[in-house]
């Protein structure tokens, strides 16, 4: 599920409408990588910046084994998981999702 709170019908139209809106070849694009994904995890290792990765639980987009397999195969990852959040974690906790993003950029 994108969100994991109510969203309002003209947000959740905005959403759909964005997604109307995006290239059809980069629709594409993303369906081929999701079915050839371990290339993708290959070059994970080449990641050598600190890396955060913010994953809401609900999340029925990006499951959560995927955060994992991210936090893993990148060094100096940090994984920090939010309950109660889809795949739009900073609708479903903002305050949160703030803090966190700062706490990281300040470290």
Known sequence: MIFH???TPALSDWIFDLGLQAASWATVAIA???LNEEELFKDMAAI???TLIL???NDKVCLYPLAIA???GIANAKLVPFESCG???FYDQLER???ELVQFIEE
């Open 97 to 99: 999702f703030n803090k």
């Open 5 to 7: 709170s109510y969203v």
């Open 55 to 57: 994953h809401g639980l």
């Open 32 to 34: 081929y990588a999701w």
């Open 70 to 72: 991210q936090q893993r």
């Open 87 to 89: 795949h739009f974690l």
């Open 48 to 50: 050598h910046v600190p």
